[in-house]
T-cell receptor, first 113, second 115 residues
């Protein structure tokens, strides 16, 4: 069965620290990959996505992610976090040419000033 | 317009009530989705409509009944719910770009409390 794992359930950082959130998936075929963010009290927003091409993708608000096919990973990074990045982050995988979006369990990020 | 709207924002209902959640998108998307999200958990897919036809039902209890009156609207009819059905109900829509990629846009959700 397809699944998505996010190893970090709760991450606490100070402002200006670097961030890396892990995401691994299990699926043998071609996938589309996404990171969504859910700020407190707000709806899910797409942070970035990977469909094909350059495995290093850049998203909004200075976030980037790297797809490593051999490791089935799609880790999210940001060089310097801000207090406003405090949110829940979800990695999601969609098998190619399907409507299904499979979410990871989420990582709660808290950034302190 | 890249917005998915949902009404109501909050809903409190008793276990014997009948209520409906509404979702609307005007992006011309051909697929619409219902998800259920419990606190501190990821969204769980409930239903998918593709071209106004139900294409996926993730073994959801019959007390949840989806309806897609047209390509822009999606309803979720609720009847005889249980307290454990209290959650945030999210609607999403997507448009196949022709490349086999479905990028989903989410609405703000309806916070449902069953008493």
């Amino acid at each position: 069965a397809q699944s998505v794992s996010q190893h970090n359930h709760h991450v606490i950082l100070s402002e200006a620290a670097s961030l890396e959130l892990g995401c691994n998936y299990s699926y043998g075929g071609t996938v589309n990959l996404f990171w969504y963010v859910q700020y407190p009290g707000q709806h899910l927003q797409l942070l970035l996505k990977y469909f094909s091409g350059d495995p290093l993708v850049k998203g909004i608000k200075g976030f980037e992610a790297e797809f490593i096919k051999s490791k089935f990973s799609f880790n999210l990074r940001k060089p310097s976090v801000q207090w406003s990045d405090t949110a829940e982050y979800f990695c999601a995988v969609s098998p190619y040419n399907t409507d299904k979006l499979i979410f990871g369990t989420g990582t709660r990020l808290q950034v302190f000033p | 317009d890249t917005e998915v709207t949902q009404t109501p924002k909050h809903l409190v209902m008793g276990m014997t009530n009948k209520k409906s959640l509404k979702c609307e998108q005007h992006m011309g998307h051909r697929a619409m989705y219902w998800y259920k999200q419990k606190a501190k958990k990821p969204p769980e897919l409930m239903f998918v409509y593709s071209y106004e036809k139900l294409s996926i039902n993730e073994s959801v209890p019959s007390r949840f009944s989806p309806e897609c009156p047209n390509s822009s609207l999606l309803n979720l009819h609720l009847h005889a719910l249980q307290p454990e059905d209290s959650a945030l109900y999210l609607c999403a829509s997507s448009q196949d770009s022709g490349t086999g990629v479905y990028e989903q846009y989410f609405g703000p959700g309806t916070r449902l409390t069953v008493t």
